[in-house]
């Protein structure tokens, strides 16, 4: 029986999982059912269970042949906070909760190739199936390493696949390098005496001096970094006032930072400082600056992307393997794992074109499902390639 036929003959059984798991979605770091699930189900295909690496994390382990070599497959359990606008037969039952992102399908698929790779273990070597919590925000990759992960379930490379809007339907993309964006958050206060609006002499404005810094902030990016380098700086939110006659006492402006050189972290925190003390001073307002430093950019080995690209040519033709997409801005927690290990790669699965509120994270996302099989196809042929017989 060829791969192929394989996958065929498997896939509706992993959709009717993804239904199951898209129909009770779970928050980060409460994805309790959906663990349980995923653990009974690679008990019964005959893997190595764990379900205490750290809070809901689930790991399988699945060894073959005599090597030692090692290789992690992740895939993430989270559900978003989102309300369902789909109209889906399948739609979720758990109000304002959603699988807006693919986490349901991805961990469907991963499960897939776990069956799969216990039935048909054409590979040399151990694969660990990582099935983690809380990718969503809360960094639920960097607690597992934390908690442990890698001391019990070390590694030579790891690898995920993430459906990706916008990219050729049915093509894998990968490149070497920088394949999603750090990301940092800040929230800025100006805090001043305030004084009726009409009477400005009477008081201070921090309102004006949130505006001067929202508009001088920007020179970070247009003045203070390469400009063949990507940095987007971005004002998500304000702040302050109760009533339109009075200059409030305090406006908290918050925002996002995005870039691939983690040098940059340090540079705009600094540089708000920088600027937010000087318009401070010049309109007699205090301020306190907040910055957050959140997930490290992801970065592909150059070793990893290959065996991708390898593992996707064995049955994809050439124009479905795209290596020259440029990296996304988007944020991935994925990046402390592969930090961590050193080698391996981020993979998009292409999911098409989509309409408003049909992407990631929209409220009408629906999982393609023609990935199935190719993410079905690509874990196979990736064990087969990380861990080859023979060598």
């Known amino acids: 029986m060829t791969q192929n036929d394989i996958v065929d003959q498997s896939t509706d059984e992993v959709i009717g999982w993804q239904r199951q798991i898209h129909q009770n979605p779970e928050p980060g ?29 689930v790991v399988g382990a699945l ?44 961990s469907s698929i991963l499960l897939g190739a776990a069956k799969l790779l216990a039935e048909t273990p054409n590979f040399d070597g151990t694969i660990y199936f990582v099935f983690q919590p809380a990718e969503e925000v809360l960094g639920g990759g960097k607690r597992m390493i ?3 992960l890698l001391d019990r379930f070390s590694a030579d490379s790891v690898y995920s696949q993430h459906n990706w809007p916008g990219v050729k339907e049915g093509a894998v993309a990968i490149a070497t390098g920088p394949m999603m964006a750090a990301v940092d958050d800040f929230t800025l206060t100006f805090k001043g005496s305030g004084c009726h609006a009409a009477m400005p002499e009477l008081g201070d404005d921090p ?5 001067e810094f929202m508009t001088s902030a920007q020179r970070i990016v247009s003045r203070t970094v390469d400009p063949q380098s990507a940095l987007v ?30 040098g940059y972290s340090d540079h705009v925190a600094d540089t708000l400082e920088q600027i937010a003390k000087g ?43 795209q290596t020259d997409l440029p990296p996304s801005l988007g944020c991935e927690d994925f990046s402390y794992l592969l930090n961590a290990v050193g080698d391996g790669a ?3 699965l292409g999911a098409g074109e989509v309409g408003p509120r049909e992407g990631l994270h929209g409220d009408c996302y629906v999982f393609n499902d023609k990935l199935f099989p190719l993410g079905l196809r690509l874990w196979m042929s990736l064990a087969e390639t990380a861990l080859p017989r023979g060598t």
């Open 63 to 106: 060894k073959s042949g005599s090597s030692d070599r090692k290789v992690i497959f992740r895939a993430e359990l989270d559900a978003l906070p989102i309300q369902e606008n789909t109209g889906l037969a399948h739609s979720s039952k758990v109000d304002g909760t959603m699988h807006a992102c693919g986490h349901d399908a991805h």
């Open 207 to 211: 309102v004006l001096a949130a505006a």
């Open 233 to 262: 700086l971005s004002f998500t939110q304000v702040h302050g006032g109760t009533i339109n006659n009075i200059v409030p006492t305090e406006m908290e402006v918050q925002g996002t930072a995005r870039f691939f050189k983690q």
């Open 346 to 348: 981020y993979i998009w």
């Open 29 to 57: 770091f409460n994805e309790h059912k959906t663990a349980e699930f995923v653990a009974r189900k690679l008990n019964e295909f005959g893997l190595e269970v764990h379900t205490d690496v750290s809070a809901t994390a």
């Open 279 to 321: 318009i401070a001073q010049s309109h007699g307002v205090e301020f306190e600056l907040n910055y957050r430093r959140g997930y490290p950019a992801v970065i592909n080995s150059a070793v990893g992307a290959a065996k991708v690209a390898q593992a996707a040519s064995s049955f994809l033709p050439n124009n479905l393997v």
């Open 146 to 148: 934390d908690d442990g």
